[in-house]
């Protein structure tokens, strides 16, 4: 039997990753199932999967969830030690799904005990690339892509030297709002912003579509991810979503990954490498898609890309800094305090105040630091919103 754990169980990668553990019950023995506030959920898979611990990571759900495990066995537990122990539990394979800045560390300790880690997590790479990998390679854990544009990469290298690579592309649907004129943007709600055209995903990153701050988190990930320089990173616009990715080679090469949108096909390419197993993904019917459509960003549509460039060459915490800014300008927007452009404004004035302000943007990147720049990054998005407000 394989040991695993699921980070951000009750999610939509966390569901999708249950949803292919419970076809193969006699292969998997479930370690630590984690979640929020969704405890009927996180109840509810526990016993279903006959977990040895389940943890909400919120200290005010614990009762709720000790009553809903009553008489079943399994522990109870809660808050951020609580996910910390949880990922020291010995497993083989850890699916990494907590949304934001929070995925960090759990992710780092479950590295250190030799897991493999599945990321879908991508603020773990954006927020402490190097440190992650680091941890990875002393503890002789191993890593593996889930954002499907990564795990698209991933499959595309197989077999190949890196050496050979000359560039990345990566494809983004455009999000919800691709054909709106840009004056109507500030006028976007939150209920708008929240449909995505392709993909069915949580609330928080489809919003992030919206704004392609998705894709430059993407694009930070795949610089820390696949050890490439940021001029070798392109983003394309691809209407479809089909392409999830492609690798370009030194003779002109391109191998491209195609599949339809259904994170069970990033997700199962974890849980079965080396191998690649039945999934239960629809196949593509290309004649019947008929065509694909590329086109260059607009980075006055999508003011997160050029940020996010700015972060990759800046280095030190500024991802931490550009993630964190993000989080809790999105939290704003999610509670219509800001409009949606306002959200790119507020991280670039956070990154700037970091550059004038404070010599923590170049302080080593360890838990701590990032941890502390987080916390001051979500502190002065606060304040420039709460300025503008009064
Ligand atoms: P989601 O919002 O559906 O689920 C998030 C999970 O994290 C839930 O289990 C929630 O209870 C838990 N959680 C929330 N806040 C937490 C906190 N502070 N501490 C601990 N746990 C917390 O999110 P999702 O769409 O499943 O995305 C999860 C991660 O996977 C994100 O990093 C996202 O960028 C990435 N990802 C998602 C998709 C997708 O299709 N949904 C695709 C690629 C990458
Ligand atoms: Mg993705």
């Known amino acids: 039997m394989r040991k695993v754990s699921i980070f951000g169980a009750t999610g939509s990668i966390g569901q999708n990753t249950i949803d292919l553990i419970s076809r193969q019950p006699d292969t998997y023995d479930v370690v630590a199932l984690t979640g929020g506030r969704n405890i009927k959920q996180l109840a509810q898979d526990?016993?279903?999967?006959?977990?040895?611990?389940?943890?909400?990571?919120?200290?005010?759900?614990?009762?709720?969830?000790?009553?809903?495990?009553?008489g079943s066995g399994i522990h109870a537990a809660a808050g951020q030690a609580a996910l910390i122990e949880a990922a020291a539990r010995p497993a083989d394979w850890i699916m990494s799904a907590i949304?934001?800045?929070?995925?960090?560390?759990?992710?780092?300790?479950?590295?250190?005990?030799?897991?493999?880690?599945?990321?879908?997590?991508?603020?773990?790479?954006?927020?402490?690339?190097?440190?992650?990998?680091?941890?990875?390679?002393?503890?002789?854990?191993?890593?593996?892509?889930?954002d499907s544009e990564h795990s698209a990469v991933f499959q595309a290298l197989v077999g190949e030297d890196m050496a050979?690579?000359?560039?990345?592309?990566?494809?983004?649907?455009?999000?919800?709002?691709?054909?709106?004129?840009?004056?109507?943007?500030?006028?976007?709600?939150?209920?708008?912003?929240?449909?995505?055209?392709?993909?069915?995903?949580?609330?928080?990153?489809?919003?992030?579509?919206?704004?392609?701050?998705?894709?430059?988190?993407?694009?930070?990930?795949?610089?820390?991810?696949f050890g490439v320089r940021p001029e070798q990173i392109e983003v394309l616009v691809h209407p479809e979503s089909t392409v999830h990715a492609l690798v370009g080679f030194r003779d002109g090469a391109l191998m491209a990954h195609l599949g339809a949108p259904d994170m069970r096909h990033a997700i199962g390419y974890a849980l079965h490498w080396p191998e690649r197993l039945d999934l239960p993904v629809s196949?593509?019917?290309?004649?019947?898609?008929?065509?694909?459509?590329?086109?260059?960003?607009?980075?006055?549509?999508?003011?997160?890309?050029?940020?996010?460039?700015?972060?990759?060459?800046?280095?030190?915490?500024?991802?931490?800094?550009?993630?964190?800014?993000?989080e809790r300008a999105l939290d704003h927007f999610i509670e219509r305090r800001?409009?949606?452009?306002?959200?790119?404004?507020?991280?670039?004035?956070?990154?700037?105040?970091?550059?004038?302000?404070?010599?923590?943007?170049?302080?080593?990147?360890?838990?701590?630091?990032?941890?502390?720049?987080?916390?001051?990054?979500?502190?002065?998005?606060d304040e420039t919103v709460f300025q503008r407000a009064g």
């Open 99 to 146: 949304v934001g800045a929070a995925g960090l560390a759990p992710g780092i300790e479950a590295l250190k005990q030799g897991a493999t880690l599945a990321l879908a997590n991508k603020e773990t790479l954006v927020c402490a690339g190097p440190l992650v990998l680091d941890t990875a390679r002393q503890h002789n854990a191993r890593l593996l892509p889930v």
């Open 283 to 326: 196949r593509l019917d290309l004649a019947q898609l008929g065509q694909l459509r590329f086109n260059t960003p607009d980075e006055d549509r999508y003011p997160a890309l050029r940020l996010a460039r700015e972060v990759m060459q800046r280095g030190g915490l500024s991802g931490a800094i550009f993630n964190a800014a993000k």
């Open 164 to 225: 050979s690579v000359e560039r990345i592309i990566i494809t983004a649907s455009g999000g919800a709002f691709r054909d709106w004129p840009l004056s109507e943007l500030a006028g976007a709600t939150v209920e708008q912003a929240s449909n995505h055209p392709n993909w069915n995903m949580g609330q928080r990153i489809t919003i992030d579509s919206a704004s392609m701050f998705n894709k430059a988190l993407e694009v930070i990930e795949t610089k820390e991810y």
């Open 338 to 381: 800001i409009r949606f452009p306002d959200m790119a404004d507020a991280v670039a004035a956070v990154l700037e105040r970091f550059e004038a302000e404070n010599g923590l943007i170049d302080a080593p990147l360890t838990l701590d630091n990032v941890k502390q720049t987080d916390h001051l990054a979500r502190k002065w998005v």
């Open 46 to 70: 526990a016993k279903r999967l006959g977990a040895d611990v389940s943890v909400t990571a919120f200290d005010d759900c614990l009762e709720d969830l000790r009553a809903a495990l009553a």
